[in-house]
């Protein structure tokens, strides 16, 4: 298990409860990606529609290869990007083992 950096960017909406969020993530290769997800799922993070936006959050996540030239983790509850990806590539020094 790891845990990588994101940033939580704006409330996205109020259902389902309790509430959506977006994040972003970049990857090993510079990427930014977008997820769409429950704030409850992207991390221990205190979020509202009043909340102070950009915040950091960790989300976990199960490796699924590791080597010298990163990570690739399989996103956490189904959680997939804007673009639909469900794995990302992070280098190894975008990740905490958790």
Do not use: C
């Amino acid at each position: 298990m790891v845990r990588f950096k994101a940033v939580a960017l704006r409330w996205h909406a109020d259902v389902p409860q309790p509430g959506l969020v977006e994040v972003s993530i970049q990857d090993a290769f510079g990427i930014e990606h977008r997820i769409i997800e429950k704030v409850s799922v992207v991390g221990p993070i205190d979020a509202g529609p009043t909340s102070s936006y950009p915040t950091e959050v960790w989300i976990e996540a199960e490796v699924e290869a590791s080597d010298r030239n990163g990570v690739t983790v399989n996103l956490p509850y189904s959680m997939e990007t804007t673009d639909g990806a469900s794995r990302l590539t992070f280098a190894a020094g975008q990740v905490d083992r958790a």
